[in-house]
Structures are given as structure tokens and as C-alpha cells.
């Protein structure tokens, strides 16, 4: 979320943001409740100090003045009871509004929706096949590789399961990327993927992505034996989890930046996706990831500089699994709410006849940071909201299509990259 003291002193800008994202939030209305609601808490502090002041010179009164005091308490304790009733709905509107104001998109982002996607970088060119390629789907079942079939049987639509050599080829990429990343300087972590929802309110998930969102029907008990009341959900990415990890803590400036990955299953109900990518690997229930995020300082050209480290990162993962890509840079449109500048890289899928997404980089400012209250203290003793990152370092079984159509030879067989073969063991599956 924004600071409220921003929002009151750059309202056009915010208005701006908010149409540039095409989003439906009423900032009039936020700083008319916001306005209301410091009179309420200004008028309430007021009269808690007041009665606080008198209540300890009541004891040393006597007679009539004692009495007088304790009557005009009275009707100051009835005053704050009115005034706590009025702030209480008006504290739950005000956060719900602030909960969905967008962050303010950097200056060089595209305005528009999707069409307005910017391709600003393209690497390697689309393969020539000297026979007649197969879809991953085929050249997968084929083998005896991949059973859409039998996952669809045990786990319903979208289910898949990966067999023999494609299974190890999954982990070995699990594996590559994690090692990548730990040499990078990057903490590795395997984080939970059962949270509350605090973690997914922090991170931005809730309230956009809520119907994304498994919830568990029956989250379990706790130590003592009672059922625990506070909501389970799936994490559809492990950057809510990392993100957690530092709420509510004041980190030292020293210690920027904060560089941390996680290996996770993730889960998403793809809610929004009917009718789209319906059968095979593209568009899945249930996938591994892993995944960074970066906690630094407050300052904007510090965060852009990491945001394109990311993006790098990511760039030379799909150089060593040597397909060829391009990067787009997102629109306003397309962003999503709290991103201030957005990258999508996208692998060429033969059979799509297109580029496909298969990491997404971004920089959120403070916009998470402010909503899981994570904290810094600068050389100057100065405490305020770090800034937060996070990039898709490989996310499988997405990056399968690109990996098997790309790299499929005339007798069915799959060449492996080079960057992959001490992970898999093999020069080819």
C-alpha cells in the first residue's frame, strides 16, 4: 500500500495511477474517510488524555468538586464509547480502499492494457527443424513421459502426471536453479506453502488475486488440541512466504540488500483462465517453482538497478537452457496494482507458434513492504519501509514445452542443454 501522507499530498498523481491501471478506487472517497477518521482519533486522543489527567486528581478531591469530576468523566467515557463505534467501520473502509491503490508506475512504462506491451529486448532465433516437429504434448506421451490422461483421472482438470526421464528432468531443473542462485549470493530457503492470510494480504495476493486462491477447508488443530480458527491458504508462488519471513522486523541498513530464493510446489485454481490453454503443461493446478525477492533500501534507482539484475538472472538461465526469447517490458494496464516496473521473459514454443511467459521480474517499492511492515534503520538512525522485489527464477512444468520442442531430435529423443547435463546425467532423454 501507499503512505497515506503521499496520498494526500500527490491525489492527482494517485488518480493518474489509478486510470493507468485501469483500476475502479474512489481516492476522494479514501481521503474524505481519511479525513473524518484523524478527527475521530485527534478528538479521541483529546479526551483520553483528559480523562486520564483527571482520574488522577480524583482521588484528592473531596465534596462537591469530587463529584462534579466524576460526572463530567462520565460523560466523557460515554463520548469516547460513541466516538470508538463511529471510528470502528470507518477504520475497516479505510483499510479496504488502501489495500487496493495502486503503486505509482515508473515513468517509462508503457500506458495501455496488454496490447501496449513493449518488446525491448530478443535473443536467439526460432529453430529450423530439418523433419517435421512434434508438440510436446505428443512427443511427451509418446514416450511414456507425460499422462494427462491419468492426471486428469486422479486429480481432475489440469492434472498431468511426469514419468521416467521427464520427472528427473523436472527436479534437475529445480536443482540448476537453486545452485545458480545460492552462488549468486542469494539465501536459499524452502519456505511453507500452507499460510495465513496475512502473508498473501502482504504480498498483494489478496484482495486481487483472492479467487487464485486455494483455502483450506479444514486447516487442522493446534498444540493444545483446538481447532485453529484463522484460515489456511495454498501459496500460488513462494514470494508471500519469503516476504513473511520479514514482517514486523527493523533490518540495519548494513545488511541491504536482503537477496533470498525459495524452492516451493505452488498452487493456483486458475479461476480466470476457463476456456485457455485447456489441455497439457501451459496452464496447471499445481507446479514448482523457484523464486526471489529482494528487500533493499528506499531509494528508486537502487531498486531499478536490482529489478534489471533480475531480470539478467533470468535472462541467462534461458541463454543456458539455450532456447531463444524475448523480454517485454509491461504496460500500466498489465502490471498489475503494485508493481512500479514490470518485466515478462517469454521462451519460443514451437507449437504455439509464439512466445509463451515464462519468468515474471518486478519492483514493488514499499507497496508491500508498508503492508507487512517491514522496516529498516538508515546510517542516520532514521527507521522506514525497505523496498521489495521479486522475479520467477524458473517455474516448472511450463519451461518443459520450451525445453522439449526446441530441443527435440528426429528420433523422438530430447537433447539436453549443456548447463543441465551434470543435473540430469545425460547428454540427451
Not at 517509462?108 to 506491451?117: F, I, K, L, R, T
Not at 491419468?150 to 534437475?172: E, M
Not at 498444540?223 to 491458504?233: F, I, M, R, T
Not at 507497496?367 to 522485489?389: E, S
Request: proline share 5%.
Amino acid at each position: 500500500m501507499l503512505d497515506i501522507k503521499f496520498i494526500r499530498e500527490n491525489a492527482e498523481l494517485v488518480k493518474d495511477a489509478v486510470k493507468k491501471k485501469a483500476l475502479d478506487v474512489d481516492v476522494e472517497k479514501l481521503l474524505a474517510i481519511d479525513e473524518r477518521r484523524r478527527e475521530i482519533i485527534v478528538e479521541l486522543d483529546t479526551l483520553r488524555a483528559e480523562r486520564n489527567t483527571v482520574s488522577a486528581e480524583v482521588p484528592k478531591m473531596k465534596g462537591a468538586e469530587k463529584q462534579k469530576s466524576i460526572e463530567a468523566m462520565r460523560e466523557v467515557g460515554e463520548r469516547i464509547k460513541v466516538l470508538e463505534t463511529e471510528l470502528n467501520p470507518i477504520e475497516v473502509e479505510f483499510r479496504e480502499i488502501m489495500l487496493v491503490v495502486p503503486n505509482i508506475p515508473s515513468d517509462d512504462s508503457p500506458v495501455g492494457g496488454e496490447s501496449a506491451n513493449k518488446e525491448v529486448a530478443r535473443h536467439g532465433e526460432p529453430r529450423a527443424f530439418g523433419f517435421e516437429p512434434k508438440s510436446y504434448v505428443d512427443l511427451l506421451t509418446e514416450r511414456g513421459l507425460l499422462d494427462l490422461e491419468r492426471g486428469a483421472k486422479t486429480s481432475g482438470f489440469r492434472g498431468y502426471y511426469l514419468k521416467g526421464a521427464l520427472a528427473n528432468l523436472h527436479l534437475a531443473l529445480m536443482q540448476y536453479a537453486f545452485r545458480m542462485l545460492a552462488e549468486k549470493g542469494f539465501n536459499p530457503m524452502i519456505p511453507p506453502t500452507l499460510v495465513r492470510g496475512f502473508a498473501l494480504e502482504g504480498s498483494g495476493h489478496f484482495p486481487f488475486a483472492r479467487d487464485e486462491v486455494y483455502q483450506i477447508g479444514n486447516p487442522g488443530k493446534l498444540a493444545d488440541g483446538s481447532n485453529e480458527k484463522e484460515p489456511l491458504y495454498l501459496a500460488g508462488t513462494s514470494e508471500p512466504s519469503l516476504l513473511a519471513y520479514f514482517a514486523d522486523q527493523v533490518l540495519e541498513e548494513k545488511d541491504l540488500p536482503v537477496k533470498v530464493c525459495g524452492m516451493s510446489a505452488c498452487y493456483r485454481s486458475e479461476v480466470g483462465s476457463y476456456g485457455k490453454d485447456a489441455k497439457g503443461l501451459y496452464r496447471v493446478h499445481e507446479f514448482w517453482k523457484v523464486e526471489q525477492v529482494i528487500i533493499c533500501r528506499a531509494n528508486i534507482a537502487e531498486s531499478d538497478a536490482l529489478l534489471e539484475e533480475l531480470r539478467g538472472i533470468a535472462e541467462e538461465i534461458l541463454r543456458d537452457l539455450e532456447l531463444p526469447y524475448r523480454v517485454l517490458q509491461l504496460s500500466t494496464g498489465d502490471m498489475g496494482a503494485g508493481k512500479r516496473k514490470m518485466y515478462d521473459l517469454e521462451a519460443w514454443m514451437p507449437s504455439r507458434g509464439a512466445y509463451g511467459e515464462t519468468h515474471s521480474d518486478s519492483n514493488l517499492t514499499d507497496w508491500q513492504t508498508r503492508r507487512l511492515n517491514i522496516r529498516y534503520k538508515d546510517a542516520d538512525g532514521k527507521v522506514q519501509h525497505a523496498y521489495a522485489l521479486n522475479n520467477t527464477a524458473l517455474a516448472s512444468p511450463r519451461i518443459l514445452i520450451a525445453l522439449a520442442e526446441n530441443h527435440q531430435e528426429a528420433d523422438g529423443s530430447i537433447r539436453i542443454p549443456k548447463a543441465l547435463v551434470p543435473f540430469v546425467g545425460a547428454e540427451r532423454i
